[in-house]
């Protein structure tokens, strides 16, 4: 059966775990942009809120400054079983916002001294889709 939350699950964080690449899209945007980071990158801070390092992402962060906050993040491993044999993935539907001071700033750039900003994203909605 296909998991379904507004939150981020244990099977969710287990996917996040497995060091894959991860997809985020602002779809709101016209055209819709599209950029990648690793998960072993994201800092999980609470069951509806993680972080993600920006280097670039100056696409999605312009989208988002154009109150476009709409955001899609796929993740997925082939490490876990799904629903139709080996391999999970998910897509997380949720809003963004870019800092670039402050308490989740300060967080990331301890441990990625490259970053340029923070992507902190809400998280709405979780679906397994595999």
Do not use: C
Request: aromatic residues 10%; glycine residues 6%.
């Amino acid at each position: 059966m296909l998991e379904e939350s507004t939150t981020l699950t244990q099977n969710f964080l287990e996917v996040i775990s497995d060091p894959q690449p991860v997809t985020i899209v602002s779809y709101q945007a016209s055209p819709a942009h599209v950029v990648n980071t690793w998960s072993s990158y994201i800092k999980v801070v609470d069951d509806s809120t993680f972080l993600v390092p920006a280097a670039g992402m100056r696409s999605i962060e312009a989208d988002i400054a154009a109150q476009n906050s709409q955001l899609i993040l796929t993740f997925g491993s082939m490490k876990f079983e799904g629903t139709e044999g080996p391999g999970r993935g998910y897509h997380v539907y949720a809003t963004g916002e870019f800092v670039e001071a402050g308490e989740y700033f300060d967080l990331m750039k301890a441990d990625l001294p490259w970053l340029r900003k923070v992507l902190v994203v809400h998280v709405q909605e979780v679906k397994q889709k595999i």
